[in-house]
């Protein structure tokens, strides 16, 4: 018997259909030498000391340019172990959907889910899936929790950021949360608005390299450049940062979006885009290892960090000016006015 | 290119002594000063004042009460545009709550109501704010619904125009104003000539002054020669997007669906004739008549000075809340509501010694 | 209030709209606020609709002022 057009509440209730859905559709998808079986759980082994990070993935619309859920619950997830110096090992995938969801559309997700999976070099062994009464979901909600190995036994941290290191960034920024937000708000703001979600896991392990000179690493997704920024220097209170508004690598079609919608493409989420703070003796090397990469073709130095104005982020704007850079705040919706 | 505007500031500013306090009137120009950096560049003597030009910060908290009242005791659909729907009402409660719902849809442009409309079964009713360069764009939406037969859309007006405020603003008996930097786009829209009253006697300079930094420093540094020079002209200094007598066409289309009336600006009060609601042909299409919806009325918070904050008066750093109590996260006024607002911009981008 | 760009004119459609492009956006927009509008034209937008044209003479005129206002200074 072949699974119905749409999810129905059955497909969650633990019965024959969920049965039906995990064996015919999920697991024929994503399993792998290590998800050898359907069981309760999964044996793994990890050498030395072990990440583990979790993530819930409620994007709406499901499907945008650029990627899909599926795409973003893998890179997303495997990205923010990267950045902590492991290297992604194993995911689990938990699904909640909403009854209705098309099983076609769930096929696409999982093969989206498969194939990042897939480019990162990280296997989904375990997983779950639920369904919920209609109107209580997005259509699609998904949790990946990962564990990864670390890379070395150096830990990467806000704290290790010293007066004068190099702040840098790995690509063009601002272009995820827009896609987003075209595609939700239908904003016919054209086809050219795609979201640059990506695996860091190569730019990562190839910074890693630089051993202690490689301070600090994260990635920019929500609230952009301008919240991780932000963030580090709240957490670390020795130092602020000054950066160079016009550094950051920016496209001219993400540039021409954000002046329509009233939007600071620095304050944008981001899902393949990372700030790493170097040693200022490693920056020239951190880029060009950077720039090796097809993700990281753009990097470059975006300010210093600085001991004048600790736990702030000072902005020198393109006149020359200066303000603050404040985390940012609230709903991104679009202004007119 | 910044530097030999910024010499020309520099060197007007020396030849006049004492400060001089020149207000941009527009949000729109309080945020691109901030965030441009601009504002760190000036003179110690120069003093940018902000003033009323934030059409969600000088709208009456009651209106936002009654969008709400409309949302639960009706079944119509509230259309808005971004910028209203975190402003909060008497109670705390915003708009942007009931967005998941489906009751409150966000639009970007008033021409997306009219798909909105047909495919409504029922109401919809739009939150049409803004000064004169949104008003037009309003106006050319609603007038093509109705060429296309859509009889279910309602406007919630509280359209405001800019001249009657600064009329107000001038003419106050402890004013201490020097100059303006008058709205950019709002001129694109109404030309120079409301502005003449800014050359009668007891008037100040008034330059239109458009958005980006160099149109910015362009602006700043004009009203400050004519300051400097004892000059009172209204001056446009954003010619590439303002013409000597706007846009006809864009007017003409305001008067078709609008007519004045006296408006409840928050901070302000009733002013007279500076306000536009749908003209009598079209009567059956606002919202406040059909749905009966309470007149607006105004309540200011206790402590909360944003009424003269948006006088320029008063700075947001010299409010007692500012930064506490009050700040974009927990706002009490609507001056750090509004993403334009005055004290929001001031909190954002900071007053920063550098 | 008045937030609003400059862009130009790529193509002119049916039923008062455009297409309008800056860099590789493009996006759509209503020429209902335009007295005669042709392609080629830059206009500024504002909330999807253009609110006026720009006049590329006056720009080009200050574009010069500034870049002789920098070589003198």
């Known amino acids: ?337 | 290119m910044a530097a030999p505007l910024l010499e020309e500031i520099k060197q007007t500013a020396a030849d006049i002594s004492g400060i001089v306090r020149v207000m941009e009137v527009c949000g729109t120009h309080t945020v691109a000063i901030r965030r441009s950096g601009v504002h760190s560049l000036l003179p110690e003597n120069i003093l940018l004042v902000s003033g009323p030009g934030c059409p969600v910060c000088v709208t009456p908290t009651s209106y936002i009460d009654n969008a709400l009242h409309l949302l639960e005791t009706t079944k119509a659909t509230v259309v808005s545009f971004g910028d209203m729907l975190k402003v909060p009402g008497s109670d705390g409660r915003n708009l942007a709550g009931y967005l998941g719902r489906g009751r409150v849809r966000m639009v970007y442009s008033p021409s997306e109501l009219l798909p909105i409309a047909q495919d409504s079964a029922g109401e919809v009713v739009f939150l049409a704010i803004g000064f004169e360069t949104t008003i037009p764009t309003v106006a050319a939406a609603f007038l093509q619904a109705r060429r296309a037969g859509i009889e279910n859309l309602y406007l919630y007006t509280a359209f405001k125009t800019v001249p009657p405020a600064l009329r107000v603003l001038l003419d106050s008996p402890d004013r201490n104003l020097d100059g303006f930097l008058l709205p950019g786009h709002v001129s694109v829209i109404i030309g120079e000539q409301p502005y003449r009253f800014l050359e009668e006697r007891g008037g100040v300079p008034g330059v239109i002054t458009g958005f980006e930094p160099l149109d910015l420093l362009q602006g700043i540094s004009a009203v400050l020669k004519q300051i400097a020079r004892g000059e009172q002209r209204v001056e446009n200094a954003y010619t590439r997007a303002v013409r000597p007598n706007g846009n006809p066409k864009a007017r003409e289309i305001m008067e078709r669906l609008l007519e004045p009336v006296d408006a409840l600006w928050r901070g302000f009060g009733r002013i007279p004739a500076s306000g536009l609601a749908l003209g009598r042909a079209f009567r059956e299409a606002d919202a406040e008549l059909h749905f009966s919806l309470p007149p607006l009325y105004n309540v200011e918070p206790p402590g909360c000075v944003c009424a003269r904050v948006l006088q320029g008066r008063v700075l947001p750093t010299e409010c007692t809340l500012f930064g506490k109590r009050c700040t974009p996260e927990t706002p009490v006024g609507p001056c750090m509501v509004s993403s334009e607002g005055t004290c929001a911009a001031s909190f954002r981008y900071g007053d920063l010694e550098p | 209030m008045c937030l609003a760009v400059p862009m130009k004119i790529v193509t002119i459609l049916e039923d008062g709209k455009a297409l309008v492009k800056q860099d590789d956006l493009e996006t759509e927009v209503d020429l209902t606020l335009i007295e005669d509008p042709k392609v080629g034209d830059y206009v500024i937008i504002h909330a999807g609709y253009a609110i006026d044209l720009l006049d590329l003479e006056e720009a080009e005129e200050r574009l010069k002022l500034f870049q002789a206002m920098e070589e003198a200074g």
């Open chain 1, 1 to 337: 018997m072949s699974i119905s057009e749409r999810i129905t509440l059955e497909h969650g209730s633990g019965g024959a259909l969920s049965r039906q859905l995990t064996e015919q559709l999920i697991y024929p998808i994503l399993k792998n030498d290590a998800y050898g079986e359907l069981a309760d759980a999964t044996p793994f082994q990890i050498r030395g000391r072990a990440f583990i990070t979790t993530d819930t993935y409620v994007v709406d619309p499901p499907f945008f340019p650029g990627g899909d859920i599926g795409t973003l619950g893998i890179f997303g997830t495997c990205n923010d172990l990267a950045v902590c110096g492991a290297r992604p090992r194993y995911l689990t995938m938990g699904l909640i959907l909403e009854e209705g969801f098309l099983t076609a559309d769930l096929r696409r997700v999982l093969e989206s889910v498969r194939a990042a999976a897939e480019q990162v070099g990280v296997l989904v062994i375990s997983g779950d899936t639920k369904v919920v009464p209609s109107g209580k979901g997005g259509g699609i909600f998904l949790n990946t929790t990962g564990v990864g190995e670390a890379l070395g036994d150096h830990l990467l941290s806000v704290n290790n950021i010293r007066e004068g290191d190099s702040v840098l960034v790995s690509g063009p920024v601002g272009s995820h949360g827009l896609a987003i937000l075209a595609s939700r708000e239908d904003l016919k703001i054209g086809a050219t608005l795609r979201s640059d979600c990506a695996p860091l896991f190569p730019l990562c392990e190839a910074l890693y390299a630089l051993g202690g000179k490689l301070r600090f690493m994260r990635d920019a997704t929500r609230g952009g450049v301008a919240a991780v920024l932000n963030e580090a220097v709240a957490e670390n209170r020795k130092c602020g940062m000054e950066i160079q508004e016009t550094a950051f690598p920016i496209s001219g079609t993400v540039a021409a979006a954000s002046d329509l919608l009233g939007l600071n493409p620095l304050e944008i989420a981001n899902e393949g885009v990372m700030i790493a703070v170097v040693a200022p003796e490693a920056a020239t090397e951190a880029l060009s290892l950077l720039r090796s990469f097809e993700a990281g073709r753009e990097a470059c130095r975006v300010g210093v960090a600085n001991g004048r104005y600790p736990g702030r982020v000072i902005l020198e704007t393109a006149v020359g000016g200066r303000r603050i850079l404040d985390l940012p705040r609230g709903l991104l919706l679009p202004r007119i006015c």
